[in-house]
């Protein structure tokens, strides 16, 4: 198993290529494959798409080589991007704040995370995230300007007749986003106005990180992009080595427990004390004493059923990725997405 591990180390260092936006030091990324709905250079959100899939962003649709970029982005997946972007830092807590974000859903700690750093405060007078909603343009601006710091804009009016509101939670956020050229505003009204309610797409929503984050990401680490699809291949790598873990259980005990005590060689259980009161009396102080709970049944007496808490140990599943290859470079990626190879005793 230690070599495997040697191995496994070896392979992951040699294949993994993913860098976080915040450390954008030259890179030689290749050719990296591309998602099958986004393949028109001429969009707005394709530079974008590119440096998510590059840098761990996102990974696509699950199952799929799609990134679905029209299909509008949830709270919970704009903070995962967010988080990701971040370099998945740790959250302080391994309990989430809210309480409709489960354990076990994929943004837990991306949304944990937000809200110690302060970038969401969840839904206001709940303990609500509401991860399922669809983010808005004034949400997300304003994610990304609490990620910065609450940076004070220079401007102190806004430039969209739209967005007037100094109170409003937002305000800030839009006129700092502006002049970081993260938004222009809506081209169907000549650029006059924010939308603040409008929904945001996958595909706006990367690009709004893209424009934030990594502006100098092609020249700095001298991409191209090319036509290219992963492959997944038959090869696995192992991720995680397997552990036994003891954890505790109860069993019913359905037979006697009073083995320790014998009169005139037999079990107290099976022992009929009906002609014997003296024998019966002195019986029940014993079992009392040893803190046994006994009945006496039908064919004489026997001790009740006895919840017993137990330990066994459980052998957990290794997790394994699969490799992907691009069809043409033929460069290698371990999958972010691991599976369980049953391996249990």
Request: with cysteine.
């Amino acid at each position: 198993m230690k070599k495997w591990i040697t191995l496994t180390l070896a392979i992951v260092m040699m294949f993994t290529t993913l860098m976080t936006a915040m450390d954008t030091q030259a890179e030689d990324y290749g050719h990296i494959c591309w998602f099958d709905d986004v393949k028109d250079e001429s969009v707005y959100y394709y530079k974008p798409v590119y440096w998510a899939k590059a840098v761990g962003v996102t990974t696509g649709r699950s199952g799929t080589n799609l990134f679905d970029p029209n299909a509008t982005c949830t709270r919970a997946e704009i903070v995962t991007f967010l988080w990701r972007a971040a370099g998945k830092p740790e959250p302080e807590s391994e309990t989430c704040q809210f309480d409709d974000v489960s354990s076990e859903a994929y943004y837990n700690q991306s949304v944990q995370w937000a809200y110690e750093q302060g970038i969401t405060t969840g839904r206001r007078n709940t303990n609500n995230f509401d991860p399922k909603a669809t983010c808005t343009r004034r949400e997300i601006v304003t994610f990304l300007w609490r990620f910065a710091g609450r940076p004070e804009p220079g401007a102190e009016t806004s430039k969209f007749t739209d967005i007037t509101d100094e109170s409003a939670y937002y305000y800030k956020a839009v006129l700092w986003a502006v002049e970081k050229d993260i938004t222009t505003g809506k081209a169907s009204s000549n650029y006059t106005t924010f939308d603040p309610l409008g929904l945001c797409t996958r595909g706006m929503s990367v690009t709004f990180l893209y424009r934030y984050m990594a502006t100098d990401f092609y020249e700095t680490n001298e991409i191209d992009i090319g036509d290219h699809i992963w492959v997944e291949t038959d090869e696995e790598v192992l991720v995680k080595e397997a552990e036994d873990v003891e954890e505790e259980y109860q069993t019913t005990e359905k037979h006697c427990l009073c083995n320790v005590y014998d009169w005139d060689s037999q079990s107290f259980c099976d022992y009929d004390f009906t002609e014997n009161e003296d024998e019966e009396t002195e019986f029940i102080e014993v079992v009392k004493e040893h803190g046994h709970e006994c009945h006496n049944g039908p064919v004489g007496w026997h001790t009740r059923n006895v919840r017993v808490t137990r330990t066994k140990t459980v052998h957990h599943d290794a997790e394994y990725a699969k490799v992907l290859k691009c069809s043409e470079c033929h460069k290698k990626s371990v999958s972010e997405v691991t599976y369980t190879k049953a391996d249990n005793n």
